[in-house]
C-alpha cells in the first residue's frame, strides 16, 4: 500500500501546504502592491509634465517586475522542495536521499524555468500596467478632463489597480513556484513516487478541480483537469482558466 510523504492524511497535507502558500503570498503580495502602486503614480506624475504616455519608459517597470516573479519563484519552489525532500528522507531513511540541501539538478532546473517563462510573464504585468493607465487616460479625455485631473484620476485609481493585481499575480506565481518545486523535488529524490490531486474543496473551487480530487497517477505522469494535461495544480503549461487563482495541491506517495 502506497505510504503518504509529508503529513499522515491528505487533508492535513492540503492545510500544511496552504498555510505555507498563505504566508509566501502574502510577502510576495506585499512587494507587487507597492511596485505596481509606485509606477501608476509616477505615470500620473508623467503625465502632469506634459509627457505623453507613448514615450512613458516602461523599462525600469519591466526589469522590477523580472526580479520580483524570480524572487517569488525562487523562494516558493525553494521552500516547498526542500520539504518534499525532508519528507522523503524521514519516510525511507536518510541515506535513501539528500536533505541538507537542494540538488544541484533542482536549481539548475529552477533556473531554466525562469528563462522560460520570465520574459512572457514580465510582458504580461509591464502591458496590463500600460493599458490601464492608457484606459484611465481615455476615460478622463472622453470627459473632456484636462491633463491634471486624468493625473490625479491615474493616482486615485494606483491603488485599487494594484491591491487587485497584486493580489492575483501573488497568488498565482507562488502557487506556480510551489507546484513545480514540489514536483521537481519529488523527481530528484529518486524514490518510485505517485501524486495525487487536492482540491482547495471551498466555495471557490472549479468544477473541475472538484472533479480532479483524489485524482493519482504515476509521479510522471499528468494529471488530466478537465480535459487539460497539467503537470501539477498550478502547471503555467495548463490553460490560464485552469492555473490562475488556483489552491489545488498536490500530495506525494511511496509506492
Request: aromatic fraction near 6%.
Given at each position: 500500500?502506497?505510504?503518504?510523504?509529508?503529513?499522515?492524511?491528505?487533508?492535513?497535507?492540503?492545510?500544511?501546504?496552504?498555510?505555507?502558500?498563505?504566508?509566501?503570498?502574502?510577502?510576495?503580495?506585499?512587494?507587487?502592491?507597492?511596485?505596481?502602486?509606485?509606477?501608476?503614480?509616477?505615470?500620473?506624475?508623467?503625465?502632469?509634465?506634459?509627457?505623453?504616455?507613448?514615450?512613458?519608459?516602461?523599462?525600469?517597470?519591466?526589469?522590477?517586475?523580472?526580479?520580483?516573479?524570480?524572487?517569488?519563484?525562487?523562494?516558493?519552489?525553494?521552500?516547498?522542495?526542500?520539504?518534499?525532500?525532508?519528507?522523503?528522507?524521514?519516510?525511507?531513511?536518510?541515506?535513501?536521499?539528500?536533505?541538507?540541501?537542494?540538488?544541484?539538478?533542482?536549481?539548475?532546473?529552477?533556473?531554466?524555468?525562469?528563462?522560460?517563462?520570465?520574459?512572457?510573464?514580465?510582458?504580461?504585468?509591464?502591458?496590463?500596467?500600460?493599458?490601464?493607465?492608457?484606459?484611465?487616460?481615455?476615460?478622463?479625455?472622453?470627459?473632456?478632463?484636462?491633463?491634471?485631473?486624468?493625473?490625479?484620476?491615474?493616482?486615485?485609481?494606483?491603488?485599487?489597480?494594484?491591491?487587485?493585481?497584486?493580489?492575483?499575480i501573488a497568488r498565482t506565481e507562488t502557487h506556480a513556484g510551489q507546484g513545480w518545486g514540489n514536483q521537481s523535488a519529488a523527481e530528484a529524490s529518486g524514490l518510485d513516487l505517485e501524486k495525487e490531486w487536492i482540491s482547495a474543496n471551498d466555495e471557490r473551487t472549479?468544477?473541475?478541480?472538484?472533479?480532479?480530487?483524489?485524482?493519482?497517477?504515476?509521479?510522471?505522469?499528468?494529471?488530466?483537469?478537465?480535459?487539460?494535461?497539467?503537470?501539477?495544480?498550478?502547471?503555467?503549461?495548463?490553460?490560464?482558466?485552469?492555473?490562475?487563482?488556483?489552491?489545488?495541491?498536490?500530495?506525494?506517495?511511496?509506492?
Amino acid at each position: 500500500m502506497a505510504r503518504r510523504i509529508g503529513s499522515r492524511n491528505r487533508r492535513e497535507e492540503q492545510a500544511i501546504q496552504l498555510r505555507l502558500l498563505d504566508r509566501l503570498e502574502a510577502q510576495h503580495e506585499r512587494h507587487f502592491r507597492r511596485e505596481l502602486s509606485s509606477t501608476y503614480r509616477e505615470m500620473a506624475d508623467w503625465l502632469e509634465a506634459g509627457n505623453s504616455l507613448d514615450l512613458y519608459n516602461i523599462q525600469s517597470h519591466r526589469e522590477r517586475v523580472g526580479q520580483m516573479m524570480a524572487s517569488t519563484w525562487e523562494r516558493s519552489a525553494t521552500t516547498f522542495g526542500q520539504r518534499i525532500l525532508d519528507a522523503a528522507g524521514k519516510a525511507h531513511g536518510r541515506h535513501a536521499v539528500q536533505t541538507k540541501e537542494l540538488p544541484d539538478a533542482f536549481m539548475a532546473g529552477l533556473m531554466a524555468f525562469q528563462r522560460i517563462w520570465l520574459a512572457q510573464k514580465i510582458t504580461q504585468v509591464s502591458g496590463t500596467t500600460m493599458t490601464q493607465a492608457a484606459q484611465v487616460i481615455k476615460r478622463g479625455e472622453e470627459e473632456g478632463l484636462g491633463v491634471e485631473p486624468i493625473a490625479a484620476m491615474l493616482r486615485q485609481r494606483a491603488s485599487v489597480f494594484a491591491g487587485v493585481r497584486a493580489h492575483v499575480i501573488a497568488r498565482t506565481e507562488t502557487h506556480a513556484g510551489q507546484g513545480w518545486g514540489n514536483q521537481s523535488a519529488a523527481e530528484a529524490s529518486g524514490l518510485d513516487l505517485e501524486k495525487e490531486w487536492i482540491s482547495a474543496n471551498d466555495e471557490r473551487t472549479r468544477e473541475d478541480h472538484s472533479r480532479a480530487d483524489g485524482q493519482t497517477v504515476g509521479n510522471r505522469e499528468m494529471f488530466i483537469v478537465g480535459g487539460d494535461a497539467l503537470a501539477y495544480p498550478g502547471d503555467m503549461n495548463g490553460p490560464a482558466e485552469q492555473v490562475i487563482m488556483c489552491r489545488c495541491v498536490a500530495g506525494y506517495l511511496a509506492r
